[in-house]
């Protein structure tokens, strides 16, 4: 599935990919932008039925993948302001579908947690986006895969990156 606008002619190699036009960069911009749309879907149709929102959605993806994350850490890692994470935090605490603990190193810190039926949401709103990611992947290969990831590691930011990193290497300890 190689985008013919990217794709080197015959007798070029890759490394003329590092000199794209700007019509072929904004193709990359659309294919981003229909990608997206794709990869959001399902969730945002689970989402519409419920009231919530794609910031829900966030919120509760990034406390299913480190339990007891700090309101801080998570207004961090959102890149969002306190009153933006307050609104959707306070309707998932009301609804229950997460909790909210005291810190255990600092007391005036609040753990999350998603509660079982907050896990459950999370689990059916990511099922069908790992489902359509391990397809693509599939479908790309192993070398297509590890470029993909270059290239959206070189688009992060110098504060996502390091909390990319920091979430990749608590993945490894776990």
Same mark, same amino acid.
Do not use: W
């Given at each position: 599935?190689?985008? =013919?606008? *990217?794709?080197?002619?015959?007798?070029? /190699?890759?490394?003329?990919l590092?000199?794209?036009?700007?019509?072929?960069?904004? /193709?990359?911009?659309? @294919?981003?932008? %229909? @990608?997206?749309?794709? %990869?959001?879907?399902? =969730?945002?149709?689970?989402?519409?039925?419920?009231?919530?929102?794609? !910031?829900?959605?966030r919120?509760?993806?990034? *406390?299913? &993948?480190?339990?007891? +994350?700090?309101?801080?850490?998570? +207004?961090?890692?959102?890149?969002?302001?306190?009153?933006? +994470?307050n609104?959707?935090?306070?309707?998932? +605490?009301?609804?229950?579908?997460?909790?909210? &603990? *005291?810190?255990? $190193?600092?007391?005036?810190?609040?753990?999350? %947690?998603?509660?079982?039926?907050?896990? #459950?949401?999370?689990?059916?709103?990511?099922?069908?986006? $790992?489902?359509?990611?391990?397809? !693509?992947?599939?479908? @790309?290969? =192993?070398?297509?895969?590890?470029?993909? $990831?270059?290239?959206?590691?070189?688009?992060?930011? #110098?504060?996502?990156?390091?909390?990319?990193? #920091?979430?990749?290497?608590?993945? !490894?300890?776990?």
């Amino acid at each position: 599935m190689t985008d =013919p606008a *990217i794709k080197p002619s015959a007798g070029q /190699g890759a490394e003329n990919l590092l000199f794209l036009t700007d019509e072929q960069i904004r /193709g990359g911009i659309e @294919a981003f932008f %229909f @990608a997206y749309r794709a %990869f959001t879907s399902d =969730p945002d149709a689970i989402l519409e039925g419920l009231d919530y929102g794609r !910031a829900h959605h966030r919120a509760l993806h990034f *406390i299913a &993948r480190k339990p007891g +994350l700090t309101v801080s850490d998570l +207004l961090d890692i959102l890149g969002v302001t306190k009153q933006s +994470l307050n609104r959707v935090l306070r309707t998932l +605490l009301k609804d229950g579908l997460v909790e909210s &603990r *005291i810190g255990q $190193r600092d007391r005036r810190e609040r753990q999350l %947690f998603l509660s079982v039926p907050g896990t #459950e949401l999370e689990q059916q709103l990511s099922k069908a986006q $790992r489902a359509r990611v391990r397809a !693509a992947y599939r479908a @790309a290969g =192993p070398q297509a895969v590890a470029g993909f $990831r270059q290239v959206l590691e070189a688009m992060m930011d #110098e504060a996502g990156a390091r909390r990319f990193r #920091e979430m990749r290497s608590g993945e !490894a300890a776990e």
